[in-house]
């Protein structure tokens, strides 16, 4: 197998044309450029310069080669540049979980902010909660709070479900409802709309449910989109209303492309929090993850 300081060697010789400039610039002794070029030029058995008394000339094959190996040897030598730059900067590779909607509301437009360097996992956060705990990952975005020895959980963000619905939807009946306090009208009103929903089993809508009307809903979604981008792109281009999470929502409703429908609501709050390992994470990873959650 070829070793890849031949061809670091040959550029440098071409390059500067002599064996001495091509020794400065790799920094070896010129013993061991005289070395590299012989043992290349045996492999492929064709001499590559013509060895003048002040100059290395280059042969029809050195040139031959030169054109074909140059693109791939400045490829490979700027990867190994940018890597010892980023390792001398001591700036570690952190693997953050967070689901996906925090991650397009809030961490996407602060990311380009940061100096570090990041690889973003989205999925369930329970099981990337369990990866924490198992040391597969080192941060994670969650939900739970739990009792796990050596897991730290730092408050990120406290989050309201809110209802929700397209701006041109009427809601003249439910305002009047709500204004009159009459819960069964509201309720009613709410069972008869199209509703959107990020899994059949509407666990957002439940909890609000049951803070305002005191029961469980008897509504089956007609929309079940895994995805609050794609729900809340969905309702504001339909028509209909949903449950979701205050900060998913702050935009668009500032924007009017949705809006709010009971503001007053009792609204079901839980709190996001910043889950790792404290004796996996240097102080270096957990400052700049707490800097790009602005904590």
């Not at 991650?103 to 989205?122: G, L």
């Not at 897991?151 to 003249?172: F, H």
């Not at 509407?202 to 909890?207: D, L, M, Q, V």
Request: net charge positive.
């Amino acid at each position: 197998m070829v070793n890849f300081e031949w061809f670091r060697t040959f550029k440098a010789i071409y390059q500067t044309g002599t064996l001495t400039g091509a020794a400065h610039e790799l920094l070896i002794s010129q013993p061991n450029v005289s070395q590299h070029l012989a043992s290349l030029e045996a492999y492929i058995c064709h001499p590559l310069f013509e060895r003048q008394p002040r100059r290395m000339v280059p042969t029809d094959y050195g040139k031959l080669l030169y054109t074909q190996i140059i693109d791939a040897v400045e490829k490979l030598e700027n990867v190994e540049t940018d890597f010892r730059n980023t390792c001398a900067r001591e700036v570690p590779l952190t693997c953050i979980g967070a689901p996906k909607e925090f991650f397009q509301t809030v961490i996407a437009p602060r990311i380009s902010q940061s100096a570090a360097n990041f690889i973003f996992e989205f999925g369930d956060t329970k099981l990337m909660l369990e990866k924490v705990v198992r040391g597969d990952m080192y941060f994670t975005l969650t939900t739970a709070c739990g009792q796990e020895k050596n897991i730290q959980y730092e408050p990120v963000l406290e989050e309201k479900q809110v209802l929700v619905s397209n701006a041109g939807l009427d809601d003249t009946i439910f305002r009047k409802a709500i204004r009159k306090k009459d819960s069964a009208a509201a309720e009613a009103w709410l069972s008869e709309q199209t509703w959107y929903a990020y899994s059949s089993d509407i666990p957002a809508t439940r909890r609000f449910w049951l803070e305002n009307f005191n029961r469980r809903p008897q509504i089956k979604p007609r929309f079940v989109i895994p995805d609050y981008d794609g729900i809340l792109k969905a309702l504001a281009a339909g028509s209909g209303v949903t449950v979701v999470a205050d900060y998913l929502v702050k935009d668009l409703l500032r924007k009017k492309e949705l809006k709010q429908l009971w503001t007053d609501a009792q609204a079901p709050c839980q709190t996001i929090y910043l889950a790792y390992d404290k004796t996996r994470v240097t102080t270096s990873q957990v400052k700049q993850v707490k800097a790009l959650l602005h904590l």
